[in-house]
């Protein structure tokens, strides 16, 4: 085991804790950079698919898995953020502009429909978002003049300084710094009082009120950062399609963020990466398993989504803590060998809290 | 008119008569406690004063502050600092997350500095930090730090949520019977913990209690509650001593 001596509040206080976390995450990164120059484009092009995700995902984990709040249309986000990028694009606003315009614009629909949305709870709070999810898909049907409605959109290909966008490693450098900023600015959210005012409402809402925290703004503001990130995965996506239909943002994308999520490991940062390589991987390895499958199954076109809602039923009754809950469970396992106990990460219930204030 | 005043409230849930036409004063730095059966309104009274409860009638005056003008995350606000009767505690987050928590109304800071972690951000966490330090010293906490609540035994957990409550840094704290499921010993500590409050914080505590033994040790002055009605109030050895609070208490 490591036992880190503090001896100052800032170790408390900084994103890395130890030098060797340092040198892991630095090399970590390092890989991420060469990468291009070892492997072909179309892997490049999977590893930036993975990397858009881990950005959404680190949106609804914000929401979802640290202020508490279920969210089943959070693909309507991605499209508020990828026909925003794309119209603007169109109309010839400069790449930078116009993704942090799509990032804005992202954070106040979602402010908009947070302050109505989360005075509800639960199941029902769960039925409103998915009612907002279809109607966004409509409204990205009918509003022809903004999105071109069922006969799609182009997504123009910016170009930097001479390089086309088109150019796989130059996108994913693109995808790999947005992912890295978008860690950055949650971790910062998640330290600070914000952060802790998010997980406060998750927690108790009821303390979390008493000692000052404002529910109804913090909420919406959870949503709204929550849309943020999503939006700015949303603009990336479009280039990653490069043509855009209403449809894209379906249902069954939603579903797929909140896989990601719960496969990734509920609240915590680390768990949307996990999550994001799992289901970015996931079509492919199905595609794979078809061709082992009698054909009269393998052939079945309903068979991606039945696969996402059963994985997803899996991990929420037996690995409630997800990837990155599994694996702190086996580094502990080794650093504690030979004496881990089972129990270790049992909660303890002891005592039982009534419903009564 | 006292320091805090409570004003002729009632409180009705359907028929039933939580509260009725309960007025008392409680005078700066003094600990007045709040005993009764169960049932008696106890809780319902701390409720209606923290705004989680509308009142039927009446008021609340803290300071010269009309309380009922408040809404519920603003009592904290005015310096009115509370415990639960069952734990309120940010069960995922760790003993320090939730003693800074009870920093919450002391930030200056927008979500957008938060996100850029700026400088006067980290300045702040370290001010609250320094607050945060002096209670776990005044509660010997030192040693739970970074354990997360749910990996606390029950009499620790009540520790941490007295001292989520005295981070926010009080002039009112109201404990919702801070000594129930407390070994011995832990409640001798809390004897001596609340008299420090009052006499080194300068702290004005309304407490409900169950245990008269304790109750008469650190009490000033005692209310007593059955069915939503005043009984009695006064000085511990008139409680004692009050026939109608005897009565009560044996179920006649
Ligand atoms: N939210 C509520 N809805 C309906 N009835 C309630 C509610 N809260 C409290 N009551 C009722 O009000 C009465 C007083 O309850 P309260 O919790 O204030 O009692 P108490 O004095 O704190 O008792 P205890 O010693 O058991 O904590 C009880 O009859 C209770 O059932
Ligand atoms: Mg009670």
């Not at chain 1, 900084?14 to 492997?39: K, T, W």
């Not at chain 1, 898909?137 to 006969?151: A, D, L, P, S, V």
């Not at chain 1, 130059?170 to 998010?198: D, E, H, K, Q």
Request: glycine share 10%; aromatic share 12%.
């Amino acid at each position: 085991m490591r036992f880190i001596f503090k001896t100052n509040y800032d170790q408390d206080i900084n994103i890395v804790r130890h030098n060797g976390d340092r040198i892991s995450y630095g090399l970590l990164v390092a890989a991420m950079i060469i990468i291009p120059f070892f492997i072909d484009d179309f892997y490049l092009g999977e590893l930036s698919y993975v990397f858009i995700l881990a950005i959404a995902g680190i949106g609804l984990m914000i929401l979802s898995g640290y202020t508490g709040l279920a969210s089943l249309g959070h693909a309507a986000f991605l499209g508020v953020g990828a026909y925003t990028h794309a119209f603007l694009l169109t109309n010839g606003i400069p790449f930078y502009y116009s993704i942090i315009i799509a990032v804005v614009v992202s954070f106040f629909v979602g402010a908009a429909i947070g302050f109505p949305i989360l005075r509800l709870t639960g199941m029902y709070l769960a039925i409103a978002t998915l009612a907002f999810g279809f109607i966004a898909e409509h409204i990205f049907i009918r509003w022809e003049h903004f999105t071109g409605g069922n006969r799609g959109m182009v997504v123009p290909t910016p170009e930097f300084g001479g390089i086309s966008f088109y150019d796989s490693a130059t996108f994913y450098y693109v995808c790999l710094i947005s992912l890295i900023a978008s860690m950055f600015a949650a971790i910062n959210i998640l330290r600070s009082p914000t952060g802790r005012a998010f997980v406060a409402i998750r927690d108790s809402e009821i303390a979390a009120q008493s000692l000052g925290v404002n529910i109804a703004r913090y909420k919406a503001l959870s949503f709204a950062i929550s849309a943020g990130f999503t939006g700015l995965a949303g603009a990336l996506l479009a280039h990653y399609i490069g043509y855009l239909a209403p449809d894209i943002f379906n249902i069954f994308f939603s579903l797929t963020l909140l896989l990601l999520i719960v496969v990734g490991g509920m609240g915590s940062l680390h768990g949307t990466i996990y999550g994001a390589i799992f289901v970015g991987s996931l079509p492919q390895m199905i595609a794979i398993g078809r061709d082992y499958l009698p054909s009269s199954i393998g052939s079945q076109p309903g068979l991606e989504p039945l696969l996402f809602g059963l994985i997803l039923v899996l991990f929420i009754l037996y690995e409630p803590l997800g990837i990155y809950g599994r694996w702190l469970k086996i580094k502990l396992f080794f650093e504690m060998f030979p004496t881990y106990k089972k129990q270790t990460f049992k909660k303890q219930k002891t005592f039982t809290k009534s419903d009564r204030v | 008119m006292g320091y805090f005043d409570v004003n002729n409230i009632t409180v009705a849930f359907g028929g039933v008569r939580a509260l009725n036409d309960v007025s008392f004063s409680v005078n700066q730095n003094e600990i007045f406690t709040i005993i009764g059966p169960n049932g008696a309104g106890k809780s319902t009274l701390f409720n209606v004063i923290s705004r989680i409860y509308q009142p039927n009638n009446g008021n609340v005056v803290f300071d010269g502050k009309n309380v009922l003008n408040l809404k519920a995350h603003q009592i904290s606000q005015v310096g009115i600092a509370r415990t639960f009767q069952n734990l309120e505690l940010f069960e995922n987050a760790t003993v320090l997350q939730n003693l800074l928590l009870g920093r919450h109304i002391y930030k200056k800071s927008s979500f957008l500095s938060d996100m850029f972690f700026l400088n006067h951000v980290k300045k702040s966490e370290r001010e609250q930090r320094l607050k945060v330090e002096e209670i776990i010293d005044f509660l010997d906490l030192q040693h739970y730090r970074d354990t997360p609540i749910h990996g606390l035994p029950y009499g620790v957990r009540k520790n941490v949520e007295l001292a989520r409550a005295l981070s926010t840094d009080p002039k009112l704290l109201l404990l919702d019977e801070p000594s129930s499921g407390l070994t011995n010993e832990e409640t001798i500590d809390l004897g001596f913990w609340i008299k420090d409050i009052k006499n080194l914080l300068n702290i004005t505590v309304v407490m409900i209690e169950h245990d008269m033994s304790f109750v008469n040790k650190v009490s000033d002055r005692i209310l007593a509650l059955n069915y939503g009605q005043v009984l009695a109030e006064g000085l511990p050895e008139e409680i004692q001593s009050n026939a109608e609070v005897k009565k009560a208490y044996m179920g006649e």
